[in-house]
């Protein structure tokens, strides 16, 4: 069965950086993108950045020049460099593949003022 597994999240002060990390682990034939999603509490899941398996990027609006995705297919590995972040950047951020995988428990994200 193949999980996702996300990590990096924590506690970081305005202006700061963090690095997410996630791996899909199992058995997975083809992956044509892997994105990050998060959810602010009462707020909608919502795409922060996706990568798609020829290295397209593309961001929110929200966090372009701010955010950096990357990923390491050969351990169907997705990452995200968040810096300069925000108080309005506090959620629990979730990876996914496509094709759509279970999504896994997400990464706490907050950052204080």
């Known amino acids: 069965q193949v999980q996702l597994v996300e990590s990096g999240g924590g506690l970081v002060q305005a202006g700061g950086s963090l690095r997410l990390s996630c791996a899909a682990s199992?058995?997975?034939?083809?992956?044509?993108?892997m994105d990050w999603y998060r959810q602010a509490p009462g707020q909608q899941r919502e795409l922060v950045a996706i990568?798609?398996?020829?290295?397209?990027?593309n961001y929110a609006d929200s966090v372009k020049g701010r955010f950096t995705i990357s990923r390491d297919s050969a351990k169907n590995t997705v990452f995200l460099q968040m810096n300069s972040l925000k108080p309005e950047d506090t959620a629990v951020y979730y990876c996914?593949?496509?094709?759509?995988?279970?999504w896994g428990q997400g990464t706490q994200v907050t950052v204080s003022s």
């Open positions: 199992g058995s997975i034939f083809s992956i044509h993108a």
């Open positions: 990568i798609t398996s020829n290295g397209f990027r």
């Open positions: 996914n593949t496509i094709p759509r995988l279970a």
